[in-house]
């Protein structure tokens, strides 16, 4: 699907490092999530942003800090990571919250080191 | 929260079989998802399906609301149907998608 995407696709960086990912949604949606999903494990969703408003944030630790500026946009910004935040992080988005489909980016797999 | 679950968590069929993969829920949801995961990490939508069913070419879905239960059904599997094939469900009042742990599908040639 092409109508949300994700950069960079991946990314390797130190634990003193900041970095930012970013989403960008074509379909008119309002709503916007990050999910985590890591070996194994379901996806898991961190942060959800309806009409540009945080609505979710579930127990994310700090050194995520998630930005929307608007409806069409999102941002993961990243620092000081541990080596277990590697993961594939998926970006959706939604034309209103959960009474309408998920549409997902391609992801960005983070590899921290 | 809901708890979702499917099963199986691993299948390997034979290029040609079919299959029926079960997705099993613990509370009421306003609607329900079906995704295929490829190689290469990306979720493709399959059905958005609240209840009943519907069909798209070799696949099929059913969502049983008031059982909380669906099935997706994949008829004369190819080897490009391998991947990870997730349900995800909406409770009413929030914004959360919630997944289930998935299925893990090989078709081998």
């Known amino acids: 699907e092409t109508g949300v995407t994700q950069t960079p696709r991946h990314l390797v960086m130190g634990m003193t490092n900041k970095k930012s990912l970013k989403c960008e949604q074509h379909?008119?949606?309002?709503?916007m999530y990050w999910y985590k999903q890591s070996a194994k494990k379901p996806l898991e969703l961190m942060f959800v942003?309806?009409?540009?408003?945080?609505?979710e944030n579930n127990s994310v630790p700090s050194r995520f800090s998630p930005e929307c500026p608007n409806s069409s946009h999102l941002f993961l910004h990243l620092h000081t990571l541990q080596p277990e935040d590697s993961a594939l992080y998926l970006c959706?988005?939604?034309?209103?919250?959960?009474?309408?489909?998920?549409?997902f980016g391609n992801g960005t797999r983070l590899t921290v080191t | 929260g809901i708890q979702v679950e499917q099963s199986p968590p691993d299948l390997i069929l034979q290029e040609g079989a079919n299959s029926t993969l079960r997705c099993n829920f613990s509370?009421?949801?306003?609607?329900l998802q079906w995704f295929h995961q490829n190689p290469w990490g990306q979720l493709i939508n399959l059905f958005y399906?609240?209840?009943g069913t519907k069909q798209n070419g070799r696949l099929s879905a059913t969502t049983v609301a008031t059982e909380r239960y669906s099935l997706l059904y994949i008829s004369s599997s190819q080897t490009t149907d391998s991947g990870v094939y997730f349900c995800a469900v909406g409770g009413g009042g929030t914004y959360k998608y919630i997944f289930g742990t998935g299925t893990r599908l090989k078709v081998l040639a």
């Open positions: 379909l008119g949606h309002n709503a």
């Open positions: 959706a988005s939604s034309r209103d919250g959960n009474n309408s489909p998920l549409h």
């Open positions: 509370d009421s949801v306003n609607n």
């Open positions: 942003y309806n009409f540009k408003e945080q609505t």
């Open positions: 399906i609240p209840s």
